[in-house]
């Protein structure tokens, strides 16, 4: 669906990621945390990255986009590199779709303790704060407004909405958090938790479902006096 | 060090000078049990509490020490090895049991020793146990399970002769159950003579209870032998009838209502039980009490499960002095040893079966001479016809059956790798064993081989689980774990079948634990609220990792804390007594003072509806500012209800996207759609229809989150989630994943998995009871229907309407529909 953050047109694309002008922005992929897990003796089916790295590869190509921003978490741990999850992402970064496209990492503290991606995978890696167009790039979201007033998009916390019907009804949902200052992009990857989201009144919500995104600010984000009154 | 051989000696004239100094005489159930015991024979033996089961399943093995010249002389310094491993369900159990096995042990001057293994128990002992195991180790399945998987501990429990298992009834229907089931096949493969006993309250499957516990015999044993204990004494059943019925009788509506009358009834008897069903409850009446009758401040006591160990402790110690008037307690105090300064036992809300009413009401009158008395607290008005309905079912020995799990593949992976760890196993032999289970005698080889999968590969899904290992496999085919790391996590998992994630609570500053409570609930609270936990007013200071800190709290304001399965359903047995109950007051039989004072109420509903006769099935339908509803009374009891408002709910949106909400109690089920319901007999009989029940039951709960919620043990039995255990660290951060996420990738990535499936097996049997669902569609076959269409709520259907908050949500929309209606709804609540 197409709505607008910091007074530009967006694009929120169904596979929980954002698409501005040529540029597709994605946060928190952390690939191969079931890897991870499997190392730990849990078992975690592989599909849940290789999955992700195809459901990424289709969406550059469909998105037609110039290029890819990353937000963040790109490997789940350093136990994550295992070789066919590797061997999949080279495939997507070196000859796939994604090698086609400039590439942007911006690293968060995970990332340095998990490694960036290979240098052949062509990424350029940039540190928290890192400006494009109108938009500063965090991984993290911002502990106070930028002093420049720039708007920031950034991840790390998995956000989530929960909705409630009659009875034990529940649909809870990854989410777009998008507050005055800053937007918080859902977490790309496809075995990852969320956290629930409590919005204040200004902010903006988005939920990412299996067969569209929806707006549900009007229900998730308890609306300011002022507001109310105007509406009277 | 071998001990020097003492003359055997003949047990007969010793033990029975042991019951003389004790001022007992042997009953002929406790021979019985002794000659069979002798005889080599395993078995059961079911009587209420207290009635000297402990000493006829004792004296047999203390006799078989006497004959084998076990007795303490001056040259033997150590104890014998492990003879005998007693497991109760309850940790609290486990010091008086050792207590009372002690007393012949010393009495009769064994060279036995007694020590308990329990999660309670001190490292140092454990450590001190893993080297050499007292002759007689009280335990619990827990901490059997993991003496079994330290191989120097294995070796030992070759020794063990006898095994009992005390409340079997308790654990015969849990994994729990299960867990012991398979810890009992492990001990007869090591040590192939040894007999199991059972100790359990009466029960309506007693062949099936004593199956589970001896297992699949080998050819040539025999049967394990049924022993029925000493006839209980008169159980006498009572009600506080509340002097004004309230005209609608909502779930909980009466509650404290009943306060004076209650304190009335506390006044004569010396000691007094208040049973109530939920921790929660007994928190809310131990308050009351001590509001309304500060006097008794001191002698006003609460013992739940949540409540410190040392705490319970000291209120069980009073209860035995006597110097405690009323305790608030639940189900915590079902069992155990009796303290016989009580008199009268209170039980607050409906029992919901006959044998927990039996059960509690047996904790009174062990004073010489007197009876069981209960007195039952109506929670609603409707639980007057509950109580003379228990009254007449008690009277008649109606009681319920517990049924043992069949297969559950998240205790057998478990299991799978604790054997592992116990010095590994050969897989062949072990499946023969696992077989030998009740509750695993029909595994098939595919399960098997999918299970051995699970732990070595991860999962049969080709490819799927690439680097995971959790056992290994050595050279001779022999399966071991795979590293130390998996050794102590697995350990450290053993005993959460049972344990929800539960938090410390703390004094704050000066230490103290008061107990343990749901994350769930003081994931509500902020710093500064107050609630009321273990008999206390507190404030909530701060929550650090798993512990809560908090500080004595003023003023009167408080919150109750709810912890998680509180709330039991109907039994089938006390829902027939209720059908009966109803039918009697149709035909004008209203003896019952409980019938007498619900009269009002019964009216109002005939004169709105009618009372259904025993082969009616009710439907009323109304309309309301919430949309159309329809009201079934089948009278089956809360499980199957919640299975049939699904199936309903189910076959009514099958045909059209739509969305239904199906609101179920102990008597009947609410469906409330956002069109008209006003079906006609021959629609709603379709609709009930037996034919197709499992497929669409399995439609429904693929649909619905049921199996998602279910899955939340599975994953942490099977060793998914590593919890956090009180006052430790949580998992290592980047292993974390919730059971529902768990669940999603499976679904997506790896769809054959036997969990998930062990999941919708578990929704459909033990929560929407599907066997007994069916049986209830088949007798709705036969009965004849009748609907009425009601203007405004009657007195039956008003509880369903008002139970609202936990009803089942079925919906066949699309993702965006169905936030498209949520949204909407919420803004018209909003607005």
Request: glycine content about 8%; hydrophobic content about 40%; overall charge neutral.
């Amino acid at each position: 669906m197409r709505t607008q953050l910091a007074s530009q047109p967006v694009e929120l694309l169904t596979d929980r990621a954002l698409m501005w002008e040529r540029t597709l922005f994605v946060s928190d992929p952390h690939f191969g945390k079931d890897a991870t897990f499997r190392a730990a003796a849990i078992p975690v089916p592989s599909a849940t990255t290789t999955s992700d790295i195809d459901r990424l590869g289709a969406l550059v190509e469909r998105a037609r986009c110039e290029r890819l921003v990353i937000l963040g978490y790109f490997f789940h741990a350093r136990t994550s590199r295992y070789e066919s999850t590797l061997r999949a992402l080279e495939r997507l970064f070196e000859r796939g779709p994604g090698a086609s496209v400039e590439r942007l990492l911006v690293r968060g503290n995970h990332d340095r303790h998990a490694g960036d991606p290979p240098n052949a995978w062509g990424f350029s890696v940039v540190e928290d704060g890192a400006s494009l167009g109108p938009f500063m790039l965090r991984h993290a979201p911002p502990e106070q407004a930028d002093a420049d007033g720039s708007y920031t998009l950034c991840g790390h916390i998995h956000p989530a909405i929960v909705l409630r019907g009659g009875g034990t009804e529940r649909l809870r949902a990854p989410a777009l958090w998008a507050r005055p200052d800053h937007a918080v992009l859902p977490a790309f990857g496809s075995f990852c938790g969320m956290a629930k989201i409590s919005p204040t009144p200004g902010d903006r919500a988005f939920a990412f479902g299996p067969d569209g995104v929806a707006d549900v600010t009007r229900v998730c984000v308890p609306r300011s006096r002022s507001v109310e009154l105007a509406g009277e | 060090m071998p001990t020097s051989p003492a003359p055997s000696a003949d047990p007969a004239p010793l033990v029975a000078r042991f019951f003389e100094s004790r001022g007992w005489s042997s009953f002929p159930f406790q021979q019985e049990t002794r000659d069979a015991y002798a005889a080599g024979r395993s078995g059961l033996v079911h009587a209420p509490t207290g009635l000297g089961k402990t000493l006829a399943v004792w004296m047999g093995p203390i006799a078989e020490a006497i004959s084998s010249g076990e007795l303490k002389t001056e040259d033997n310094a150590k104890p014998e090895p492990i003879r005998a491993v007693w497991i109760t369900p309850l940790r609290a159990l486990a010091s008086d049991t050792a207590r009372a096995l002690s007393e012949p042990i010393e009495e009769l001057g064994l060279n036995w020793s007694v020590q308990m293994r329990t999660g309670d128990t001190s490292s140092s002992i454990k450590a001190a146990q893993r080297k050499r195991l007292p002759t007689v180790l009280v335990t619990t399945p827990e901490s059997i399970t993991l003496l079994l998987s330290y191989p120097d501990t294995v070796k030992q429990l070759k020794g063990v002769r006898t095994i009992i298992v005390d409340e079997w009834h308790e654990l015969l229907s849990s994994k729990r159950g299960t867990q012991t089931e398979l810890a009992l096949a492990r001990l007869r493969t090591l040590s192939p003579g040894v007999r199991t006993w059972g100790l359990s309250a009466t029960l309506g499957n007693l062949e099936e209870a004593a199956d589970a516990l001896v297992g699949v015999r080998r050819a040539g044993t025999p049967e394990p032998a049924l022993i029925t204990g000493r006839h209980e004494k008169e159980i006498r059943i009572r009600t506080i009838i509340p002097k004004q019925v309230e005209r609608f009788p909502w779930a909980g509506h009466l509650g404290l209502t009943l306060l004076d009358e209650v304190i009335e009834t506390l006044e004569p008897a010396r000691t007094t039980l208040l049973f109530t069903n939920t921790r929660s409850q007994a928190e809310l009446w131990h308050n009351a009490l001590r509001i309304a009758k500060p006097e008794w401040e001191a002698d006003i006591a609460i013992h739940h499960g949540s409540i410190d160990r040392a705490s319970r402790d000291e209120v069980e110690r009073r209860l035995a002095e006597g110097s405690l008037r009323v305790v608030c307690c639940t189900s915590s105090l079902d069992l155990g040893v009796d303290f016989s300064p009580v008199e009268q036992v209170l039980q607050v809300g409906s029992p919901k079966g006959v044998a927990r009413l039996m059960q509690r009401a047996g904790r009174s009158g062990h004073q010489p001479g007197a009876v069981s008395s209960v007195w039952c607290v109506p929670a609603h008005a409707f639980e007057l016809v509950e109580f003379a309905a228990a009254r007449e079912a008690t009277d008649a020995r109606e009681i319920e059956s517990r049924i043992p799990l069949r297969k559950p593949l998240d205790v057998l992976v478990q299991h799978l790798v604790t054997v592992a760890l116990g010095g590994g196993f050969d897989e062949r032999t072990l499946l023969d064993e696992v077989r030998t289970t009740h509750a695993y005698r029909d595994l098939s080889d595919q399960e098997w081989s999918w299970c051995l999968d699970f732990v070595e590969k991860g999962g049969n899904a080709l490819g799927a689980y690439p680097q995971y290992t959790r056992l290994r496999r050595a050279d001779d085919g022999r399966l071991t774990a795979s590293s130390k790391a998996i050794e102590r996590t697995h350990r450290m998992g053993i005993g959460t079948i049972t344990s929800d994630s539960a938090m410390l609570v703390k004094w704050s500053g000066r230490g103290g634990t008061l107990g343990t409570i749901e994350e769930s609930f003081i994931g509500k609270l902020r710093p500064g609220d107050r609630f009321v936990f273990a008999g206390h007013l507190l404030e909530m200071v701060r929550v650090r990792q798993m512990t809560v800190e908090v500080k004595k709290g003023r003023g009167k304001k408080a919150t109750t804390p709810r912890w998680q399965g509180g709330r039991s359903p109907l039994s089938s047995q006390l829902a027939l007594a209720v059908r009966r109950k109803l039918d009697a007051f149709r035909q004008g039989d209203v003896t019952d003072p409980e019938l007498e004072a619900i009269a009002p109420l019964l009216e109002q509903h005939r004169a709105q509806s009618v009372i259904p006769e025993p082969n009616e099935l009710l439907i009323e339908t109304t309309k309301t500012r919430d949309g159309h509803h329809a009201f079934l009374y089948p009278f089956e009891g809360r499980l199957v209800h919640e299975g049939l408002g699904s199936l309903l709910a189910y076959r009514i949106t099958r045909d059209e996207p739509r969305s239904i909400v199906a609101t179920v109690n102990d008597y009947g089920v609410e469906l409330l759609a956002p069109d008209p319901l006003d079906f006609d007999e021959p629609h709603w009989r379709a609709l009930l229809s037996p034919n197709n029940l499992l497929q669409d039951l399995l439609e429904c709960v693929n649909s619905s989150e049921l199996a998602r919620r279910r899955f939340r043990d599975i994953a942490r039995v099977a060793g998914l989630i590593n919890p956090g255990f009180p006052g430790e660290n949580r998992a290592v951060r980047h292993l974390q994943a919730s059971s529902e996420l768990f669940f999603d990738v499976f679904r997506d990535f790896d769809p054959e998995n036997l969990l998930l499936d062990q999941a919708r097996r578990e929704v459909l049997d033990q929560q929407l009871e599907v066997s007994r669902l069916r049986g209830a569609l088949e007798r709705l076959e036969l009965m004849r229907c009748t609907i009425v269409g009601i203007e405004r709520f009657t007195p039956m259907s008003f509880p369903l309407y008002a139970e609202r908050l936990r009803a089942q949500h079925v919906s066949t929309e699309s993702w965006m529909d169905q936030v498209r209606r949520l949204s909407a709804g919420l803004e018209e609540a909003a607005g």
